[in-house]
């Protein structure tokens, strides 16, 4: 019996040749966007996880920036949820596409209620949001580019206060800029509506999260109703 989006109850482990998964001797752009689609999946899954998870002190060189009760630095959650901003603009692009192939038009109509909504919806989503997450993509998604440093400076709020810290002893200097995340944030509001600051983060942060919600679900009915099975029983 399917359970949540079609897929069976319980864990399962399958494989299968590559080659003969995404159809690569038949060079079809739904197969392509489907690896796509894969791909992208993971690097949000682990964009989202290192944004929330613990972190590890010998990894994270960061981790005394702002430490939250979580465990997790705000510059880190910050860097990692930019990184996600990138992800979700490439989900767009990449949903752009396919919905247009045969295939994903056949899966779409043969699949039960519940998942076509979640594939409609998500269509419909990045759709109407293309422009705002193409624009929050561009403030600092990627690497934090002369434009966005010029808007950051020149939008600072008159009241943001940030910290700078230098650390000496007899082998080496550390210095930790605590302001760094105000900086993303001021950046991150440029070109997103709303009247001040904090209300357009606010408004481009509900945004990428209900992003989120989309682009995992059409991945997973993905898996459910087409990709599972071509991997061997």
Same mark, same amino acid.
């Given at each position: 019996?399917?359970?949540?989006?079609?897929?069976?109850? %319980?864990? @399962?482990?399958?494989?299968?040749?590559?080659?003969?998964?995404?159809?690569?001797?038949? #060079?079809?752009?739904?197969?392509?966007?489907?690896?796509?689609?894969?791909?992208?999946?993971?690097?949000? #899954?682990?964009?989202?996880?290192?944004?929330?998870?613990?972190?590890?002190? =010998?990894?994270?060189?960061? /981790?005394?920036?702002?430490?939250?009760?979580?465990?997790?630095? !705000?510059?880190?959650?910050?860097?990692?949820? #930019?990184?996600?901003?990138? $992800?979700? @603009?490439?989900? =767009?692009?990449? +949903? !752009?596409?396919?919905?247009?192939? *045969?295939?994903?038009?056949?899966?779409?109509?043969? $699949?039960?209620?519940?998942?076509?909504?979640?594939?409609?919806?998500?269509?419909?989503?990045?759709?109407?949001?293309?422009?705002?997450?193409?624009?929050?993509?561009?403030?600092?998604?990627?690497?934090? %580019?002369?434009?966005?440093?010029?808007?950051?400076? /020149?939008?600072?709020?008159?009241?943001?206060?940030?910290?700078?810290?230098?650390?000496?002893?007899?082998?080496?200097?550390?210095?930790?800029?605590?302001?760094?995340? /105000?900086?993303?944030?001021?950046?991150?509001? #440029?070109?997103?509506?709303?009247? $001040?600051? *904090?209300?357009?983060?606010?408004?481009? +942060?509900?945004?990428?999260?209900?992003?989120?919600?989309?682009?995992?679900?059409?991945?997973?009915?993905?898996?459910?109703?087409?990709? +599972?099975?071509?991997?061997?029983?």
């Amino acid at each position: 019996m399917r359970g949540y989006h079609g897929l069976m109850h %319980g864990s @399962r482990i399958r494989s299968g040749n590559l080659r003969k998964v995404f159809n690569s001797d038949l #060079r079809r752009a739904f197969d392509a966007h489907l690896a796509q689609l894969s791909v992208l999946y993971e690097d949000l #899954r682990i964009e989202l996880f290192s944004m929330n998870g613990s972190r590890d002190a =010998a990894l994270d060189a960061v /981790e005394s920036l702002d430490e939250e009760e979580s465990g997790v630095g !705000k510059y880190r959650r910050h860097y990692y949820l #930019r990184r996600s901003f990138a $992800t979700i @603009r490439e989900f =767009a692009e990449c +949903i !752009k596409h396919l919905k247009k192939t *045969p295939e994903f038009i056949a899966i779409r109509n043969s $699949t039960i209620e519940e998942n076509r909504k979640v594939l409609d919806d998500a269509v419909f989503f990045f759709s109407k949001n293309s422009g705002l997450l193409k624009t929050v993509r561009n403030n600092t998604g990627g690497h934090f %580019g002369i434009k966005s440093a010029l808007h950051a400076v /020149e939008a600072l709020d008159a009241s943001a206060v940030g910290r700078i810290e230098l650390q000496v002893d007899e082998h080496r200097a550390n210095v930790k800029l605590h302001y760094a995340g /105000e900086l993303v944030a001021t950046a991150f509001a #440029r070109g997103v509506d709303g009247k $001040t600051n *904090p209300e357009k983060i606010q408004n481009a +942060i509900r945004t990428v999260a209900e992003a989120y919600k989309h682009a995992t679900g059409i991945a997973q009915v993905m898996l459910a109703d087409y990709l +599972i099975d071509r991997f061997g029983k």
